[in-house]
T-cell receptor, first 117, second 109 residues
């Protein structure tokens, strides 16, 4: 159980275009999902917390107008990288937890490798 | 001071040895602790969770927690080359989960 599906697994886009990444919890409902970014050989960096039915909470330094998050249902959150630039090339990973208890771990999607040319 | 600290490594151990991975955290009221394994180019996968002081064993893995010292560790017995990965320590307080930078482990055949 506790499967998180992320799509696409990789994407190449041209500078200035927008890219949408989907994150789905397949066998549980998630009122909260988390979006991370990871540059090569660096640690996970939390970008934002996605809340179903309300606005996402962004970490300091993350531009909310550039990284649009929509959490329209209890099983789907999307991250749209708008007007992508080469410096946005990174590994984007979503996660969710089945339940709200403190002992409920995060389960990660397989990640999306974004390359902006 | 970082919230969750890990030695970045690389930690290198021979096959069959015990690998010991350490993590310290700054938030004294943290409630739960997790170890994730991340292979290069892949997303993290959960290995173990621990919530109370002491040891918790699962196969070749043992997690140890000492809340007084704000310290959590992961032991891997009989290390295998397939254990070579980056190991992430995660610490939670309520809905806030924070990750360490990870320790890169290499198990040499």
């Amino acid at each position: 159980g506790a499967v998180v599906s992320q799509h696409p697994s990789w994407v190449i886009c041209k500078s200035g275009t927008s890219v949408k990444i989907e994150c789905r919890s397949l066998d549980f409902q998630a009122t909260t999902m988390f979006w991370y970014r990871q540059f090569p050989k660096q640690s996970l960096m939390l970008m934002a917390t996605s809340n179903e039915g309300s606005k996402a909470t962004y970490e300091q330094g993350v531009e909310k107008d550039k990284f649009l998050i929509n959490h329209a249902s209890l099983t789907l959150s999307t991250l749209t990288v708008t007007s992508a630039h080469p410096e946005d090339s990174s590994f984007y990973i979503c996660s969710a937890q089945p339940g709200t208890g403190f002992n409920s771990p995060l389960h990660f999607g397989n990640g999306t490798r974004l390359t902006v040319t | 001071q970082k919230e969750v600290e890990q030695n970045s490594g690389p930690l290198s151990v021979p096959e069959g040895a015990i690998a010991s991975l350490n993590c310290t955290y700054s938030d004294r009221v943290s409630q739960s602790f997790f170890w994730y394994r991340q292979y290069s180019g892949k997303s993290p996968e959960l290995i173990m969770s621990i919530y109370s002081n002491g040891d918790k064993e699962d196969g070749r893995f043992t997690a140890q927690l000492n809340k007084a010292s704000q310290y959590v560790s992961l032991l891997i017995r009989d290390s295998q080359p397939s254990d070579s990965a980056t190991y992430l320590c995660a610490v939670r307080n309520n809905n806030d989960m924070r990750f360490g930078a990870g320790t890169r482990l290499t198990v040499k055949p």
